[in-house]
């Protein structure tokens, strides 16, 4: 094993994830772009090992107060984690802890956030992104995220979607259809226990 897969668990072939290092659900080429507001967000992935997740984090782009709900569903909606509301403004990494929720290797997940204000960092990522999944993948990835060049969950080039829904906690089910394909993709994954 390499250097930097012993430190951060990189590559596809199901390397444990190391406990307290941030695992982004896709990583973007810039974080700078505010999310739009009162929306919840999916983003799937698939995890390529076992991890417990002890923390969801997101990039915070600026010191505006708002509200960010976090959380992890199934592939059939269900809320796993149990969230705390994250209303500090320092702008950078935020790391909003869960009750520790273990994931299984290879099965789809959807990572979710609402905001009541636009100060969660993310990037118009499309299928015009140079880096195709597998250069992904190589790096701190959280594990085989969909390919930027089509995903086959939204059956689009997208790689989020939102429902319209004011800024609360993250609802304990969510229907998995009528989701609306977005460009923007928010910055944010898990960090492990």
């Known amino acids: 094993m390499s250097t930097w897969e012993g430190i951060f668990g990189g590559g596809r072939s199901g390397s444990p994830y190391q406990p307290g290092v941030f695992y982004p659900a896709i990583q973007l080429n810039t974080f700078t772009t505010a999310m739009p507001v009162n929306r919840d ?33 199934d592939f059939a909606g269900n809320l796993l984690t149990d969230c705390a509301v994250d209303a500090t403004t320092t702008a950078g990494l935020h790391a909003v802890s869960t009750t520790p929720v273990p994931l299984d290797a290879g ?46 969950l939204l059956g689009t080039s997208k790689l989020s979607a939102y429902k319209a829904r004011s800024n609360a906690a993250l609802p304990s089910t969510q229907t998995m259809t009528g989701w609306t394909p977005d460009t923007f993709t928010p910055f944010i994954g898990v960090i492990g226990v």
């Open 41 to 73: 967000y999916i983003t799937p992935f698939q995890p390529r090992s076992i991890i417990t997740v002890g923390e969801i984090g997101y990039k915070r782009v600026n010191y505006t107060a708002g509200n960010i709900y976090v959380g992890i569903y």
């Open 107 to 152: 099965e789809w997940y959807w990572i979710a956030i609402n905001a009541s204000s636009g100060v969660v960092g993310g990037d118009a990522a499309v299928s015009s992104d140079p880096e195709p999944q597998d250069w992904y993948a190589t790096r701190n990835m959280l594990g085989y995220a969909v390919d930027v060049g089509f995903n086959p």
